[in-house]
């Protein structure tokens, strides 16, 4: 197996040859800023293609078609529409944090996405802490939706961002706990560790029932956190126009939209790491022989094939599920999945101290 | 113990439709042969109209330049507002009768509805509607059609 860290060494040696340190850091840093600016716009194009176009197939439409071969090119042709729009600010906004609010949004996903493990060695911010930082950051996103709305001087955005932070601070629970109960498993809070952990198998299938409990808990509070598919009350266009980007337009509507392709690529990112063993290819067990064609496949295929699969699912709720009610939205919260989660937890932490799991 | 049973089961039943929803979006995306957008201007040619699409009122001719119009106005009477104008003239027959036939069935697509009162109407059968959508022109006169070809004189035996 590939490992990128004789890359990324290399790079450093070389830098160190002639820089001081600290020189040296910074260049690190302006790379792996510009990779990450990189795969945030290709991911952003690449997700808005993919949603439209799947969104088509599931209500038997065909979706864009007109902008290049099968439409390729319609997500790029609405980027430069969305960088060339008048960018609009209503008249009793508060300007500061109407100008704020979208760059929040945007540190939050790509602090998340510092975190994400790409493939061996192909891992920017690789702390002992991975989860909780992930955790952590990725609900900063909350305050920008927060801030957006009561700063565009707009009724249905203050609304749409309520929502959204009552719907944000609730699923984050459930976030946290899903993964927690593989965190009792693996025993680390470290991605790479995490990963390394899932040799033998993935967890989703090493760790009985609870293991998939906790997958199915985490999909759904997942994509409540992105505020996406069944969960998308806080933009609600049928009730709230857009929700708390209403007031938003040409490129600062564009950041909003795309950290919300991202957010979805995080947890799905996230959900591939931690539930199907991130970049490790499917082994079995000790079938040495089968684990070594799998390891022919690069890390990198198999994270983003796995990242796929479950943003496809993603995709799948979203254009399946009718849109929950704000109470029917809490109660599935704190009266089904909060508990479920808790006595989940308690029988994976029960397994792991009798060692049953495989 | 009524109350947790049932809490359990409330779960595994939402459970099971929201799966049989999925099955059914499944389904639509695992087969991409029963989608129904058509691709319009692309298509023309192999481009199928319904049957009872109400495309523009015709007059059918036959391969004989003949058309079943008796000039009897029905049509024109049953129009709401006032889309078709029927022209007679009185012409002489060989054994010596006058008869009404139509000399021009002026249609205005500008006006017309498409409410098919006028397909009811007739008595003779002798317009339809037609599956054909595109009517933009350039000009609003082009719109005012005569659906008579010219030359065109009634079928025997219709009266």
């Known amino acids: 197996m590939y490992d990128f860290k004789s890359l990324t060494d290399s790079i450093h040696t070389s830098l160190s040859a002639g820089l001081s340190p600290i020189m040296v850091t910074i260049i690190e840093f302006v790379i792996i800023?510009?990779?990450?600016?990189?795969?945030?716009?290709?991911?952003?194009?690449?997700?808005?293609?993919?949603?439209?176009?799947?969104?088509?197939?599931?209500?038997?439409?065909?979706?864009?078609?007109?902008?290049?071969?099968?439409?390729?090119?319609?997500?790029?042709a609405d980027a430069v529409k969305l960088i060339f729009?008048?960018?609009?600010?209503?008249?009793?906004?508060?300007?500061?944090?109407?100008?704020?609010?979208?760059?929040?949004?945007?540190?939050?996903?790509?602090?998340?996405?510092?975190?994400?493990?790409?493939?061996?060695?192909?891992?920017?911010?690789?702390f002992d802490?991975?989860?909780?930082?992930?955790?952590?950051?990725?609900?900063?996103?909350?305050?920008?939706?927060?801030?957006?709305?009561?700063?565009?001087?707009?009724?249905?955005?203050?609304?749409?961002?309520?929502?959204?932070?009552?719907?944000?601070?609730?699923?984050?629970?459930?976030?946290?706990?899903?993964?927690?109960?593989?965190?009792?498993?693996?025993?680390?809070?470290?991605?790479?560790?995490?990963?390394?952990?899932?040799?033998?198998?993935?967890?989703?299938?090493r760790g009985h029932i609870p293991a998939l409990i906790a997958f199915v808990i985490f999909m759904i509070a997942g994509t409540a956190e992105t505020t996406r598919g069944p969960f998308d009350l806080p933009e609600a266009e049928s009730e709230l126009t857009a929700g708390f980007h209403t007031e938003y337009s040409g490129l600062k509507f564009a950041f909003f939209f795309l950290a919300e392709f991202v957010n979805m690529f995080i947890i799905a990112g996230i959900g591939a790491t931690v539930f199907l063993g991130g970049w490790m290819p499917f082994h079995i067990g000790n079938w040495e022989g089968f684990n070594r064609v799998m390891d022919f496949i690069p890390p990198l295929f198999w994270f983003f094939g796995k990242v796929t699969f479950l943003i496809f699912l993603m995709m799948w709720f979203k254009w399946t599920f009718p849109r929950l009610r704000i109470d029917q939205l809490l109660r599935l919260e704190w009266k089904y999945l909060l508990p479920i989660n808790l006595v989940n937890i308690l029988v994976m932490a029960f397994i792991v101290l009798k060692g049953w799991q495989f | 113990m009524k109350a947790i049973i049932k809490y359990i089961s409330s779960i595994f039943k939402a459970l099971k439709s929201l799966f049989r929803g999925m099955a059914v979006t499944g389904h639509y995306i695992s087969h991409p042969k029963e989608i129904i957008t058509q691709q319009y201007p692309e298509n023309r040619e192999t481009l199928k109209m319904f049957d009872m699409f109400r495309g523009e009122v015709v007059l059918t001719h036959n391969e004989r330049n003949e058309h079943r119009c008796t000039g009897c106005s029905a049509c024109e009477v049953a129009c709401p507002n006032g889309s078709i104008e029927i022209i007679s003239k009185r012409i002489e027959m060989p054994d010596g009768k006058k008869k009404k036939?139509?000399?021009?069935?002026?249609?205005?697509?500008?006006?017309?509805?498409?409410c098919n009162l006028c397909i009811l109407s007739c008595p003779t059968d002798a317009i339809k509607m037609s599956q054909d959508f595109e009517h933009a022109v350039f000009d609003r006169s082009q719109l005012t059609k005569v659906l008579n070809k010219t030359g065109s004189k009634l079928m025997e035996g219709v009266r």
């Open chain 2, 101 to 114: 036939v139509i000399d021009k069935f002026v249609y205005h697509l500008s006006m017309c509805t498409f």
């Open chain 1, 33 to 76: 800023a510009f990779a990450f600016m990189i795969l945030f716009t290709l991911l952003g194009l690449i997700l808005v293609y993919a949603e439209r176009k799947i969104c088509a197939f599931f209500q038997l439409r065909l979706g864009p078609m007109r902008v290049g071969k099968w439409g390729m090119a319609q997500t790029a």
């Open chain 1, 85 to 126: 729009k008048e960018p609009l600010v209503t008249k009793n906004a508060d300007k500061f944090l109407f100008n704020l609010a979208p760059f929040i949004i945007i540190l939050s996903t790509f602090l998340a996405l510092g975190a994400m493990p790409f493939a061996k060695g192909l891992h920017a911010l690789d």
């Open chain 1, 129 to 205: 802490i991975g989860v909780l930082y992930l955790t952590a950051v990725s609900s900063i996103g909350v305050i920008g939706i927060l801030i957006a709305g009561w700063s565009s001087d707009n009724k249905y955005s203050l609304i749409g961002a309520m929502r959204s932070g009552a719907q944000v601070v609730s699923y984050e629970l459930s976030v946290g706990l899903s993964l927690l109960t593989v965190v009792v498993l693996a025993g680390s809070l470290q991605f790479s560790e995490i990963i390394a952990s899932q040799e033998a198998g993935w967890w989703i299938f």
